[in-house]
């Protein structure tokens, strides 16, 4: 299995989540966004910058991405590709997307999409917070606990 980051807004609080995992379990690592980021050192990190663009990354990510590959991401669209090439996805909150919720998701996502462009103002997602975090690394960590 690899690791796909999405790094494009990667939340600082989950670096060092993902890095004790990376090196606790050797897990190959591709963190692919459009401008530098940095989860941290690691011989099993790669590093991939692509072209600015809204897509970019995401598309990267599906074009390298295998069965049973993880993807972090916290781009609903984005899943549900990774989720329809038969590969596992999670958000940076710790929410799994899986076949069985993944189009609730992106038809909620589509249906704020829609308000906001009407006009309407809607409130954003919740800052992210320490317990976010550690929901996340639970999450993570189960994970990985079920598929070594």
């Known amino acids: 299995m690899i690791l796909y980051i999405d790094g494009d807004a990667f939340?600082?609080?989950?670096?060092?989540?993902?890095?004790r995992a990376i090196e606790r379990l050797e897990l190959k690592t591709i963190v692919i966004a459009n401008k530098k980021?940095?989860?941290?050192?690691?011989?099993?990190?790669?590093?991939?910058?692509v072209d600015a663009g809204a897509d970019e990354a995401d598309n990267k990510i599906v074009e390298l991405l295998n069965i049973d590959d993880l993807v972090i991401t916290a781009d609903i669209p984005l899943a549900d590709r990774v989720i329809s090439k038969k590969a596992h996805a999670i958000d940076h909150r710790g929410a799994m997307y899986t076949e069985d919720n993944i189009k609730q998701y992106?038809?909620?996502?589509?249906?704020?999409q829609e308000?906001?462009?009407s006009g309407e103002m809607t409130k954003g997602p919740a800052a992210?917070?320490?317990?976010?975090?550690?929901q996340f690394a639970n999450s993570l960590n189960k994970f990985l606990q079920n598929i070594k």
């Open 11 to 19: 939340p600082n609080l989950l670096k060092p989540i993902v890095l």
């Open 128 to 134: 992210f917070s320490s317990k976010d975090s550690q």
């Open 37 to 49: 980021i940095n989860i941290g050192n690691s011989n099993h990190i790669t590093y991939m910058i």
């Open 106 to 112: 992106l038809a909620y996502r589509n249906l704020m």
């Open 115 to 117: 308000i906001r462009d």
